[in-house]
């Protein structure tokens, strides 16, 4: 049985397999982990589609992977391995030696680490302790006891820089420099990210928001909220979302695309979300925003965040998208210019709230205010457009009533 890469939608031309988890010899197991290609947006994990030993890798780590391309070969007439037993006796147990039965890739990646494998909880057929089962142990016993090989190479980084002195010259008359490959994810945002400053007519208007009114209404409503949810809690990001939506109405522009010499004008509304992660941004799409509720859009987001963080984002919760939110505040940003998202033609950006003096009814009061930042393509959409988009997102904002009365 040929094993191919998934077929990638259009806006992915290749990807990069980074980790095989098995090699020619090993029996795998239906549904079981084999590799992981990343792509420009997400990583995939390729699984075995059938029982039986893998006898040839086409793809080595590092390779570039086209879509629907052959990875590996599995021999499906392969039976699994007899299952051997051991007398190892796990820590400080009194009872009889127990039977272990465990893979020869798990056994092997046991003896490598100095694990004690009667001490893995197996999860395969009849208990058997798979190499997945052995790395999961050792990834969990590198938490409790120790740091991760990208700790451990910051910390050695960080001693190392330590040991300079002002000039950046150390004892030894050398100077510290690391040089490692941009990852997929980071490649493929830095080159879009100058396409377009390049390919588009890009700038920006700036209004402000009293946040106050959405905190009241936070903090009335909250633990009834959460009740009535099944724990969401209610967060800034879903008002900004029915806010964008009711906007997106009345400024359809804002809401198309543009395609060659033609404007697509989308009739839905699916959102963007802009996630921050450790490999980089990623923008998972929250779809049909128009129709769901604000628990619904608390929901999504918070799942998206999770998955995210655990690298499980799949390509579908990226694609498409006909406008972007992107909320630099969580980081403490005052104020910035978001960079589009294209082919979209503007993207809002959310930022810090912070106390200032405001003027209200002649007087100077104390308010939780934010800036608010659209970019915008200035080849579709004329700057008073844009200014009257980002002052209706205001009005909602400033007046929650508005986004369900759709006023």
């Not at 690391?178 to 400053?197: D, G, N």
């Not at 210019?337 to 009061?365: C, F, K, S, Y």
């Not at 970019?375 to 508005?402: C, N, W």
Request: one cysteine or more; a negative charge; proline letters at 4%.
């Amino acid at each position: 049985m040929e094993i191919r890469a998934p077929k990638f939608p259009e806006s992915i031309s290749e990807g990069e397999l980074t980790k095989w988890y098995h090699d020619v010899g090993d029996f795998v197991e239906r549904d079981e982990l084999l590799a992981d290609v990343e792509t420009e947006k997400t990583t995939i994990e390729i699984v075995a589609q059938a029982n039986g030993v893998i006898s040839n890798l086409h793809k080595q780590e590092g390779d570039l992977v086209e879509s629907e391309e052959v990875l590996c070969e599995i021999d499906e007439s392969a039976t699994a391995p007899q299952s051997t037993s051991t007398t190892e006796t796990p820590i400080n147990s009194t009872d009889e030696p127990a039977e272990i039965t465990a893979s020869p890739a798990a056994r092997k990646l046991a003896t490598e680490h100095d694990l004690n494998i009667a001490l893995v909880n197996g999860t395969g057929r009849s208990g058997m302790v798979t190499k997945d089962d052995v790395s999961k142990a050792l990834d969990a016993m590198r938490q409790v006891s120790k740091p991760t090989v990208d700790e451990a190479s910051e910390n050695l980084a960080s001693e190392r820089m330590a040991e300079l002195d002002a000039s950046g010259v150390d004892g030894t008359n050398t100077r510290v420099e690391r040089r490692l490959p941009m990852t997929r994810l980071r490649a493929t945002i830095a080159r879009r990210l100058v396409e377009v400053q390049q390919t588009s007519a890009m700038l920006t208007t700036f209004n402000e928001a009293n946040m106050d009114p959405i905190m009241r209404m936070r903090r009335q409503y909250q633990e009834e909220f959460v009740k009535r949810h099944n724990g969401t809690r209610l967060g800034f990001m879903s008002f900004f979302v029915r806010a964008a939506v009711e906007a997106l109405k009345r400024f359809p522009a804002v809401n198309a695309s543009i395609d060659g010499e033609d404007v697509v004008y989308h009739g839905y509304y699916d959102i963007g979300v802009a996630v921050s992660t450790e490999r980089g941004l990623v923008v998972p799409v929250v779809r049909d925003a128009d129709a769901l509720g604000l628990h619904q859009i608390e929901d999504q987001i918070v799942e998206f965040g999770q998955k995210a963080r655990d690298n499980k984002l799949a390509i579908d919760d990226m694609t498409g998208g006909t406008f972007t939110i992107s909320n630099g505040g969580v980081f403490g940003s005052l104020l910035s210019t978001p960079i589009l998202n294209p082919p979209q033609t503007a993207i809002l950006g959310m930022h810090a709230i912070q106390d200032r003096p405001v003027v209200e009814d002649g007087e100077i009061v104390v308010r939780p205010m934010m800036y608010l930042a659209l970019s915008y393509d200035h080849r579709l959409i004329d700057g008073q457009e844009a200014v009257r988009f980002l002052v209706t997102i205001k009005g909602m904002i400033e007046d929650p009533a508005r986004i369900l009365l759709e006023l």
